[in-house]
T-cell receptor
């Protein structure tokens, strides 16, 4: 059974600092891994999707890496801004079951 | 291209009642998945529908059910509501055929409060 863990559960950084968010998963037979952002009381916004054959994906200030052998993914956010304050969730997808398994999320606060 | 639409946005129900939530996926997407989000359990998979058929179901009691229509719109129903059913219910849309390669798109959710 796939388990996805995100540590730390919460993170507070001053504006301008780089953010490093961690995600680990127990079953390396994933097909892809997706990072989401969630603002309070809102739905999920997809940030990046990394296929199992890829090592990383980049979009603007965001970069996500994937290491299947160690069961880890990392989301980097460069030069953080107060608008980056949100909860960040990672989710692993495995073809069998057609579903996402989510981590518990990391709640980020970027202080001006 | 319209996103995933969930209605209603908020609901308040009394214990013992039943509720129906609706989700319209992105045009052309044939798969709709439902997730429950609570502070204690996080995001948990409820079920997934593709072409009007339930393909997978999570570990929830039979009070939770769903269906999908020929236009891919989906509804989920919760009967005999309990206080613990209070949650944000999220719907996710995907093309659905074969393995998901382009990820899922989520709606804004329906916030259900059971009193």
């Amino acid at each position: 059974k796939q388990e996805v863990t995100q540590i730390p559960a919460a993170l507070s950084v001053p504006e301008g600092e780089n953010l490093v968010l961690n995600c680990s998963f127990t079953d390396s037979a994933i097909y892809n891994l997706q990072w989401f952002r969630q603002d309070p009381g809102k739905g999920l916004t997809s940030l990046l999707l990394i296929q199992s054959s890829q090592r990383e994906q980049t979009s603007g200030r965001l970069n996500a890496s994937l290491d299947k052998s160690s069961g880890r993914s990392t989301l980097y956010i460069a030069a953080s801004q107060p608008g980056d304050s949100a909860t960040y969730l990672c989710a692993a997808y495995k073809a069998a079951g057609n579903k996402l398994t989510f981590g518990g999320g990391t709640r980020v606060l970027v202080k001006p | 291209k319209a996103g995933v639409t969930q209605t209603p946005r908020y609901l308040i129900k009394t214990r013992g009642q039943q509720v129906t939530l609706s989700c319209s996926p992105i045009s052309g997407h044939r798969s709709v998945s439902w997730y429950q989000q609570t502070p204690g359990q996080g995001l948990q998979f409820l079920f997934e529908y593709f072409s009007e058929t339930q393909r997978n179901k999570g570990n929830f009691p039979g009070r939770f059910s769903g269906r999908q229509f020929s236009n891919s719109r989906s509804e989920m129903n919760v009967s005999t509501l309990e206080l613990g059913d209070s949650a944000l219910y999220l719907c996710a849309s995907s093309p659905g055929q074969g393995v998901i390669t382009r990820g899922y798109t989520f709606g804004s959710g329906t916030r259900l409060t059971v009193v």
